[in-house]
């Protein structure tokens, strides 16, 4: 008998949640005003407050961007200010467009004008960036300042939200409010990854019950607190926290301690990173002599955290390390791993109500449990389509959203990743996963960190190339470039002797350090172009 396809069916949810994003902080604020909502340094905003400034600047959006319906463009610079903006936009009846402060002028061009903001809430840096393009954005009206610094003569955010507080909006009918779920509240982007990013219609429904999902999943509730050790704010932390009614500590300092430090400072429970930080931390030499007091779980997110860094941290630290997974097109979240009882080199099972099934990458056929091929999921935090499509754009007919992820789901319901579809490749007809190479070239004692990309064969399509950061350990003929020449020689012959023929590893740079976006991903195309012009001058 066939083997059933692995397709995990949701329980019965149906969360009471708010028919509007901003009522998240409408029904924190009501429930504990005096609760501590925001910590960053020596500011503590409370629940309350932090609902009045939202309340004052939504009544001040409302004279400078008469009408709902207009997008507002809101960078998720790490300060309380980005809080206050996202929200203030969806009282206002607005749209938020949320924004990579660390974006550089092509990129900032795109999102602005793909968006068709009108106005904008930045940080003193990235209006250094925006002045130089602002000729080129024509709908864009008003800059308002958020964050540290001044520019004169921007109004600030500030000043926004120290103005009077309008009276409570008139109450919705039932018919009102289920059309209000479903108008779109933010845009988000892609990260941008395998092109230019696509900007993700997502609803009031969406952002609202994943809130609810995320705070499910992380077992958060009103007795958490969290460590935000990001380097941009995301609203995934924010909703989740706020939809829980705990606090949040937003940590600025990108060393690993910091998060440390402030986790101990403020008895944290939950401590929120990147698997860069995390891997970094890891890795730090220092670690023996780091400890975490009250922090109960570890969480990592936007890629995957090598399970050798996940391992450590947990032998060190005595507490679970667990990641999870989503995209911009899911509000984010779609899994997330048992925060008490991980699978390292896992993202988990499905958050409540979702569904998740692997297909076979050219006939599309659902597939059995163990088998890879793309990863789709179906809830309901996916988006309501891409802007510029009429709803449904980028979805299934059924409403399934291919993820473009490769994986494979165990017997147990955990999703497993092994690459994004586009970075496979095939070499003479087998399937090379760049992870999986990854995976053995850092088994070797003298690589700290590889990346594997696809180089053009004119045989057999194509083969693995890598850049490859070698350890200190590595040797002292590996100072000078034909010593390091010399070790990654070495390394690869070790490690394509572990590999069938069609995954080995043909050319290779030995680099300094992978380069990585804002965020912390690994960029294969900009990678894949930068080895081929060294591989080019060679």
């Known amino acids: 008998m066939a083997e059933e396809p692995a397709v995990e069916e949701p329980a019965a949810y149906e969360p009471d949640v708010p028919a509007r994003l901003d009522g998240l902080l409408t029904e924190a604020a009501a429930a504990a005003p005096d609760r501590t909502a925001l910590v960053h340094g020596e500011q503590r905003i409370s629940y309350g407050e932090l609902d009045r400034k939202v309340t004052a600047a939504a009544e001040a959006l409302g004279t400078l961007l008469p009408g709902p319906g207009g997008t507002v463009a809101v960078a998720s610079v790490l300060h309380p200010d980005f809080a206050v903006a996202y929200y203030a936009t969806a009282r206002a009846g607005q749209v938020t467009a949320v924004v990579n402060p660390l974006l550089r002028e092509e990129d900032l061009l795109h999102v602005l004008t793909l968006s068709g903001a009108r106005l904008a809430f930045v940080d003193a840096g990235l209006y250094d960036r925006l002045a130089g393009i602002r000729d080129s954005l024509p709908e864009l009206g008003t800059v308002v300042l958020i964050g540290e610094g001044t520019r004169h003569g921007l109004p600030t955010l500030g000043e926004l939200a120290a103005g009077p507080a309008r009276a409570d909006a008139p109450a919705l009918s039932p018919a009102d409010l289920s059309a209000v779920r479903e108008e779109v509240a933010c845009v988000q982007f892609t990260s941008g990854t395998t092109g230019r990013p696509k900007a993700v219609r997502l609803t009031h429904r969406n952002l609202t019950v994943n809130a609810d999902q995320i705070a499910g999943a992380h077992r958060l509730d009103g007795t958490s607190v969290t460590v935000n050790h990001l380097p941009t704010f995301h609203p995934m932390h924010l909703n989740s926290a706020v939809r829980a009614g705990a606090q949040q500590v937003l940590c600025a300092g990108p060393a690993p301690a910091d998060a440390v430090a402030a986790a101990n400072e403020h008895r944290a429970t939950h401590l929120y990173s990147l ?162 190479v990854e995976l053995v070239l850092g088994r070797h004692p003298r690589v700290s ?70 965020n912390g991903k690994i960029q294969r195309r900009l990678l894949r172009e930068e080895l081929l012009a060294h591989l080019a001058e060679a």
């Open 275 to 436: 698997p860069v930080r995390l891997a970094r931390l890891a890795a730090d030499p220092s670690l023996d002599e780091l400890g975490l007091r009250t922090v109960a779980r570890i969480a990592s997110g936007g890629s995957g955290l090598p399970v050798q860094a996940a391992a450590r941290l947990t032998q060190r630290f005595g507490i679970p390390v667990f990641q999870g997974y989503g995209l911009a097109e899911t509000s984010p979240l779609t899994h997330s791993d048992d925060p008490d009882h991980p699978r390292h080199g896992s993202v988990g099972r499905p958050v409540a109500g979702t569904r998740c099934r692997v297909v076979d990458v050219e006939s599309r056929a659902v597939l059995p449990s163990g088998s890879v091929g793309e990863v789709q999921v179906c809830g309901p935090q996916v988006m309501k389509g891409y802007v510029g499509g009429p709803d449904g754009t980028g979805l299934e007919p059924d409403g399934w959203l291919s993820t473009g992820d490769v994986g494979r789901i165990d017997e147990a319901g955990r999703l497993f990743l092994l690459d994004r579809l586009k970075d496979v490749f095939k070499c003479d007809n087998f399937l090379v996963s760049p992870s999986e």
């Open 449 to 518: 960190e590889s990346v594997v990309v696809d180089l053009p064969d004119g045989f057999g399509g194509a083969v693995a190339g890598a850049l490859v950061v070698l350890t200190t350990e590595a040797g002292a003929g590996a100072s000078t470039e034909a010593g390091r020449a010399a070790v990654l020689a070495e390394v690869l012959e070790t490690v394509n002797a572990r590999l069938p023929y069609y995954q080995r590893v043909r050319r290779a740079q030995a680099v300094d350090a992978i380069p990585r976006s804002g």
